[in-house]
């Protein structure tokens, strides 16, 4: 079992930035591949960002790519979502998920590939 705890959601107008965490307990967190998805009212959660376990791979959605940095800190079990320009419709609910896994350059863009999801935190952009 893993507990995921994000934060640093909040409100921002266009062209700011916001830092986002997600603070992990449990197992080894070393050995999880890592998502942030987010989801706007009455869509679908969407996928943002990935990361796999020895941190050398990070996939993006193709609407973030440039403006969002995902990383990760395995001494401090946290992963971090840096997000530049922002714009109105980034705003959603973000989730951090962790899959556990074997495969140290694996990394997963579907929901239904985590075991393991945040609370969310709500990211608001305002225009």
């Known amino acids: 079992q893993v507990q995921l705890v994000e934060s640093g959601g909040g409100l921002v107008q266009a062209g700011g930035s916001l830092r986002l965490s997600c603070a992990a307990s449990g197992r080894t967190f070393s050995t999880y591949a890592m998502g942030w998805f987010r989801q706007a009212p009455g869509k679908e959660r969407d996928f943002v960002a990935a990361i796999t376990w020895n941190g050398g791979v990070t996939p993006y959605a193709d609407s973030v790519k440039g403006r969002f940095t995902i990383s990760r800190d395995t001494s401090e079990n946290t992963v971090y979502l840096q997000m530049n320009s922002l714009k109105p419709e980034d705003t959603a609910v973000y989730y951090c998920?962790?899959?556990?896994?074997?495969?140290?350059?694996?990394?997963?863009?579907?929901?239904?590939?985590?075991?393991?999801w945040g609370q969310g935190t709500q990211v608001t952009v305002s225009s």
């Open positions: 998920a962790a899959k556990y896994t074997y495969a140290s350059g694996s990394y997963y863009r579907r929901p239904d590939e985590y075991n393991y």
